[in-house]
């Protein structure tokens, strides 16, 4: 089936530097979204977003947290700077309406050093 | 917002028997009930979902129940088989609440040959 793709897969960073997380949505997706995950809990919602605009952010969702979709490239979510408790994994999801059901990717392990 | 419990943590089985997970929400406006399945170090994979106008719902050896009244829903596996272990998730969302999907905690789910 259609597939969200994740890149990369894997990300180790010093702590205070910036990282850009990219997502490639399913093709006819109009709503996407964030996730994180600590290791062996449930995903937590960080963000969605549609038309262009974050339409709701949870708390999680720090300042310096950024989501932005530039003409219909890449998704990104970018974490500037970084620290230490942001390591975790990022799934980024698509849905084509904002009531159907999602395509997860298969996240970013995010290290921060 | 919408909080999610779910239980038991952990759940062990033996092959052939069946598999019992439990979630409650709190928010009456949820309408979407998705459960997802979680293999190490896989992105979660939606298995079975159920929206607010249906009351049961199988998908051969799947089988999710929602109660609208106690606001609680839950899985059950029938005739486990071994590849059926896996962690999983169920989750709420509210069509008018930007499809933010909430997670339960996670059931990690032995299944014993």
């Known amino acids: 089936g259609p597939k969200v793709l994740q890149i990369p897969s894997h990300q180790i960073i010093d702590m205070g530097q910036m990282v850009t997380l990219n997502c490639d949505p399913v093709?006819?997706?109009?709503?996407f979204y964030w996730y994180k995950q600590i290791l062996g809990q449930q995903m937590e919602f960080l963000v969605n977003f549609y038309n262009g605009k974050v339409m709701e952010k949870s708390k999680l969702f720090k300042d310096q947290f950024s989501v932005e979709r530039p003409d219909g490239s890449y998704f990104t979510l970018k974490i500037q700077p970084t620290a230490l408790e942001d390591s975790a994994v990022y799934f980024c999801a698509s849905s084509w309406g904002g009531d159907s059901d999602y395509t997860f990717g298969s996240g970013t392990r995010l290290l921060v050093i | 917002g919408e909080q999610v419990e779910q239980l038991p943590s952990i759940l062990r089985v033996q092959e052939g028997s069946s598999a019992s997970i439990n979630c409650s929400y709190e928010d009456s406006a949820s309408n979407y009930f998705p459960w997802y399945k979680q293999e190490p170090g896989e992105n979660p994979k939606l298995i079975i979902d159920?929206?607010?106008?249906?009351e049961r719902k199988q998908i051969q050896e799947l089988i999710v129940l929602l109660d609208k009244k106690a606001k609680r829903f839950s899985l059950h596996i029938t005739d486990t088989q071994p590849g059926d272990s896996a962690m999983y998730f169920c989750a709420a969302s509210s069509t008018g609440g930007n499809n933010k999907l909430t997670f339960g905690q996670g059931t990690v789910l032995s299944v014993i040959p």
């Open positions: 159920i929206r607010s106008n249906m």
């Open positions: 093709s006819n997706h109009l709503y």
